[in-house]
């Protein structure tokens, strides 16, 4: 393959994982888009080709356009790009189908032109993508994409991130029930205040599972999988959500929690094991509803997107 050409794997993403709300993700191994970036003469940023679902075309309409055209504008080449987008990951599922989008572009150009750009600076670049289909800029599912492994988002402005080390053993259990929740609608039902004994149990929380990926501590990260501030709302929206949380943690789940603002549902598990075990515990909850569903298990994803 000539260096005109490049095939990258884009992969699908866990963002706040229970308690750091729009600050937390982390990166999947087994689901993910593919895309092909293509430098051709031609100036401008084109999309040729979309698989797997009905996305626009026009690169100001599309996720992955947006964030091309934004490092397009920066870099200024005499010459263009052609996007090809092969859609594994389900728009509106839960498991940063968008960041995966326009993460998937700017890398590939990225790689094409040499690569001038940092991986922060990569990720300024898809947040531009990103607010197109949430309506507002954050960085929690593109983070991880980028960076792989559990990712922090320190500050947006200017942007921060953190790279977190996962336990060599840690797997994820993804239920995506096919229903649609949209990330603008799920945001428009938080509450603009929390009380403060909310907050400080987050916090801790938060604090908690960040010091146990830091230490390989499971017994910690099982107590701080807990989210008292965003999952009474958003659990509304998900059918079963509590009976699938509760299978998932008698299944032997750390925790378990809303992917993004949903439908999927995230368990952390330790090892393999477990997270067959969770599988097929949740999987029994979801084939009585009549709701069609898709399982994933995944260990942590800790090199992030890459070149097939």
Not at 148 to 176: D, H, M, W
Not at 224 to 239: A, C, F, N, Q, T
Not at 261 to 281: H, M, Q, T, W, Y
Request: one cysteine or more; hydrophobic letters at 40%; charged letters at 20%.
């Amino acid at each position: 393959m000539n260096m005109n050409e490049i095939k990258i794997f884009s992969p699908a993403t866990v963002a706040n994982v229970a308690c750091g709300f729009d600050v937390l993700g982390f990166c999947l191994d087994s689901v993910g888009d593919e895309m092909v970036i293509r430098k051709v003469d031609k100036k401008g940023v084109k999309i040729t080709k979309i698989e797997g679902f009905d996305l626009p075309f026009e690169s100001q309409l599309n996720v992955a356009g947006v964030s091309a055209l934004a490092m397009y504008d920066a870099v200024k080449p005499d010459f263009g790009f052609e996007i090809e987008i092969h859609k594994n990951i389900k728009p509106g599922s839960g498991i940063g189908s968008s960041a995966a989008s326009a993460v998937g572009s700017v890398f590939g150009m990225n790689e094409l032109l040499g690569r001038p750009f940092s991986k922060t600076e990569l990720t300024q670049f898809a947040i531009k993508g990103e607010a197109l289909a949430s309506k507002c800029e954050h960085a929690d599912n593109l983070a991880p994409a980028v960076f792989g492994g559990f990712t922090l988002v320190k500050s947006l402005s200017p942007l921060e991130i953190l790279q977190i080390p996962s336990p060599p053993n840690l797997y994820a259990t993804i239920i995506y029930p096919q229903i649609e929740i949209k990330t603008s609608e799920s945001r428009a039902i938080l509450p603009k205040e929390v009380k403060l004994q909310d907050a400080i149990t987050q916090w801790a929380n938060f604090g908690s599972l960040i010091h146990s990926l830091h230490t390989d501590n499971y017994e910690l990260m099982q107590k701080s999988l807990h989210d008292v501030i965003i999952e009474p709302y958003r659990s509304k929206l998900i059918p079963h959500y509590y009976e699938v949380k509760n299978e998932a943690l008698n299944a032997g789940a750390l925790g378990s929690g809303i992917s993004g603002s949903g439908p999927s549902v995230f368990s952390l598990c330790e090892g393999i094991k477990a997270a067959n075990n969770v599988r097929d515990a949740i999987e029994k909850v979801y084939s009585k509803t009549g709701i069609e569903f898709d399982i994933y298990v995944s260990r942590i994803n800790t090199e992030g997107i890459k070149v097939l």
